[in-house]
Nanobody
Framework: QVQLVESGGGLVQAGGSLRLSCAAS????????MGWFRQAPGKQRDLVAA???????NYADSVKGRFTISRDSAKNTVYLQMNSLKPEDTAVYYC??????????????WGKGTLVTVSS
């Protein structure tokens, strides 16, 4: 079993920055894709950014140029640097890790989420 521990959420003013971290422990040697999703109140959970073990990266259009995803595979940790934050970035951010190159296949693991609130 894999356990995910997220950290780094909080309250920030618009234009500010936050850095989220998600560390995996347990049977995490088979982790391939790592990513972040977010869910705002009343909305569905959407992909923010994902990075494969080979370094392929995808971003949601809404965060391109502002957010940067990175990973430390040796530590089974994924990061999300969020700059130029906007009120519409307010959401619960979830870490997601998968054993294949796509979240659509294989076993996935979810973190419990960390709240990011951006005030105007």
């Amino acid at each position: 079993q894999v356990q995910l521990v997220e950290s780094g959420g909080g309250l920030v003013q618009a234009g500010g920055s936050l850095r989220l971290s998600c560390a995996a422990s347990g049977s995490s040697s088979s982790i391939n894709i790592m990513g972040w999703f977010r869910q705002a109140p009343g909305k569905q959970r959407d992909l923010v950014a994902a990075i494969s073990s080979g370094g392929n990266i995808n971003y949601a259009d809404s965060v391109k140029g502002r957010f940067t995803i990175s990973r430390d595979s040796a530590k089974n940790t994924v990061y999300l640097q969020m700059n130029s934050l906007k009120p519409e970035d307010t959401a619960v951010y979830y870490c997601r890790l998968g054993q294949s190159s796509s979240f659509s296949y294989g076993i996935n693991y979810w973190g419990k989420g960390t709240l990011v609130t951006v005030s105007s």
